[in-house]
Each structure stands twice: as C-alpha cells, then as structure tokens.
C-alpha cells in the first residue's frame, strides 16, 4: 500500500497529540531532556543516510547549488513569513494562552519541512519501502506529544498538511519510473538519500541547539540532486 507509511505517521502524530493533552504539567526539563533524546536519534538517522552515497562530489556540488539556491531566494525566511501570516488569520486562544493556530503552525513546520518527509514519501512511492516514514513517524508523536503539552491542541489539525503533502509526493513517485530508466533512478535514490540524509543530520543539530542551520535554505539540494547527477551520468 503506497499511502501505508505516511498514514501511520498520521496516525502517530495523532496519538502524541492526544497523549500530550493528558500531560501538560510535565517540567521543563523532562521536555528538554526528551527532545535531545530525539535530536541524537534524528542526527543518526541522518549519518546512516548520508554513508549510503557512492560518489561524494555529487553530494557536495548538490548541497552547495541548492545552497545558493536557498540564498538567491530566501527560502527560510519565506517559510517563517507564511508561517506567521496563516497565524495571524487566527485570533482566538485556548484556554491556557495559546492560539489554535500557534500549535497548527509550528507542528506543520516542524513535521513537513524536512527532508525525512521527502525521502520517506519517495522510497514509500518508489520501492514500496515505508522504514523512513514510520521512523518519522515514531519521532513526529514524540515531538508532538512534548509541543502539546505548551501549544495546546492546535497541533493535531498538523495532521492533514502532513497527509496531503507526502501522500501526494508518494503518489507521484509510482509514476517516475515510466519516465526514467530503472538503473539511473536507483542511483539517483542513492544520492537523493545521502543529500537528504545530511539536511536531517542539520535538523538534529538544530535541535540539540549546538548550531543554527538554516536548513529551509538547504532545501532546494533536494532538487539539484538529480540535475547534477543527470549531468554526472551523461559524462561518465
């Protein structure tokens, strides 16, 4: 079932959302101590991907192109605008102080802009392999449970941006393979991962607070990916 991996990560987004309803009297730094636990988790998850790639340069050139990239067009800042403008369309709060809409936005972010998102949604698509999205699963109801507790319920409607946007990536990706030959997408898969898994190590440093990546801006590597490799295939 294409859509398998990104419903249970739905539906795990939904029971953290539920379970953080029941705790949000937890300290601080219980909070703090989970979510370095999940930053250490995600950073390796991202090493394990970013080892998978065969030629290094790929990698590199991909991650410098979409750099710039991001740069030219200030993809995060973007990203933070529309963020506090879907929030400013909303006024009423919840009864401990924080608008519906500050617990919908700041789950949506964290939960769809990511690279585990793509990757996930693309091997769930591609190879019918689900690992990266039940994994994100796993680490999206922990992240929710622990947001809920100090955003308030507005963080389950982060469900449905989630749903739509890797359902919609992994119903995509069963028709790629009718345009492009079996052995370049394989490779391409394998260098895709290795970008992405160096975007999801950024995020696990970010969330350890050991630096402040921009990584909305790293974004676009996504995409550079499979130029540059088109381009190292039709060379080599």
Do not use: C
């Not at 309803?21 to 988790?41: D, N, Q, S, W």
């Not at 340069?57 to 740069?71: F, K, Q, R």
């Not at 936005?105 to 990266?132: K, N, P, Q, Y």
């Amino acid at each position: 079932m294409v859509l398998y991996g990104t419903l249970v990560n739905g539906v795990l987004i939904i029971v953290g959302s539920l379970l953080g309803l029941f705790f949000t009297k937890i300290p601080e730094r219980y909070k703090e101590t989970v979510m370095h636990g999940i930053g250490l988790a995600v950073i390796l998850i991202g090493l394990q991907m970013a080892f998978s790639t065969e030629v290094i340069i790929i990698v590199l050139l991909s991650l410098l192109t979409g750099a710039v990239i991001g740069e030219l067009l200030h993809v995060e800042e973007g990203l933070n605008r529309l963020g506090s403008w879907i929030g400013s369309k909303f006024a009423s709060d919840t009864g401990d102080g924080f608008s519906v809409s500050q617990g919908f936005v700041t789950a949506s972010l964290i939960f769809v802009i990511g690279a585990m998102s793509v990757i996930g949604a693309l091997d769930s698509g591609l190879r019918g392999d689900h690992e990266i999205l039940i994994t994100k699963g796993v680490i999206d109801g922990f992240v929710a449970l622990v947001l809920t507790t100090t955003l308030g319920y507005g963080v389950i409607f982060s469900v449905v941006p989630v749903v739509v946007y890797q359902g919609g990536i992994a119903l995509l990706a069963t028709q790629i393979d009718r345009w492009l030959p079996e052995a370049f997408l394989n490779g391409l898969i394998v260098e895709l991962t290795a970008v992405g898994g160096l975007l999801i190590l950024a995020i696990g440093l970010n969330l350890l607070k050991i630096t402040n990546i921009r990584i909305g801006n790293l974004l676009p590597s996504i995409l550079t990916v499979a130029f540059i490799y088109y381009i190292y295939q039709f060379f080599v």
